[in-house]
């Protein structure tokens, strides 16, 4: 099966900071690959599919990119309301693992 | 709006069964692929299983093969996942989501919590 490695695992940066998040696949999965937002004690919120689509309604500060293994989320001026678990997934064939995950803070 | 609400959730033993049910509305809900997800609270997400649109398709973690089974009463318009065999590891929130038409999850539920104890 193939893994998804997410790093880092946490980060602490300032409002206005730019953020990235990286994560690689143990083998190729074209564009197959979705980040989304978990705010703690929510429900996970779909960010970007297809490694670099921004969902309907999601902040054009965020933006990803990536294709094949390596992927990245970046979030261009941080804001306090982006505090949250960041997670990448492959979905281009179960199963549909999830990255670890990345804790943003401020 | 769409709406994913799950039920089912609770305390059972070691070894004990329990099935989680998640109502859909909103949406045509023989139309979609659907998944479930759980999560250990602090720890990260963890695929379980989908089953396609009409029921034909299925896959498991291989966590869960052979224990859980995901099926779906689209007359009903919900979806389930019956849990047999459980372990203290299975203990999590589980989460209810649709495959959207761009093949992420784009609807979620708010969950139900699984607890394995004795």
């Known amino acids: 099966d193939i893994q998804m490695t997410q790093s880092p695992s946490s980060l602490s940066a300032s409002v206005g900071d730019r953020v990235t998040i990286t994560c690689r696949a143990s083998?190729?999965?074209?564009?197959?690959l979705a980040w989304y937002q978990q705010k703690p004690g929510k429900v996970p919120k779909l960010l970007i599919y297809?490694?670099?689509t921004l969902q309907s309604g999601v902040p054009s500060r965020f933006s990803g990119s990536g294709s094949g293994t390596d992927f990245t989320l970046t979030i261009n001026s941080l804001q306090p309301e982006d505090v949250a678990t960041y997670y990448c997934?492959?979905?281009?064939?179960?199963?549909?693992?999830f990255g670890g995950g990345t804790k943003v803070e401020i | 709006e769409v709406q994913l609400v799950e039920s089912g959730g609770g305390l059972v033993q070691p070894g004990g069964s329990l099935r989680l049910s998640c109502a859909a509305s909103?949406?045509?809900?023989?139309?979609?692929?659907m998944h479930w997800v759980r999560q250990v609270p602090g720890k990260g997400l963890v695929w379980v299983s989908r089953?396609?649109?009409?029921?034909?398709?299925?896959n498991y973690a291989d966590s869960v093969k052979g224990r859980f089974t995901i099926s779906r009463d689209n007359a009903k318009n919900t979806l389930y996942l019956q849990m047999n065999s459980l372990r203290a590891e299975d203990t999590a929130v589980y989460y209810c989501?649709?495959?959207?038409?761009?093949?992420?999850?784009?609807?979620w539920g708010q969950g139900s919590l699984v607890t394995v104890s004795s």
């Open positions: 989501a649709r495959e959207g038409e761009v093949w992420a999850l784009d609807y």
């Open positions: 909103g949406f045509t809900f023989s139309f979609y692929w």
């Open positions: 089953i396609n649109s009409d029921g034909s398709s299925i």
């Open positions: 083998q190729g999965i074209s564009n197959y």
């Open positions: 297809a490694a670099s």
């Open positions: 997934q492959k979905y281009n064939s179960a199963p549909l693992t």
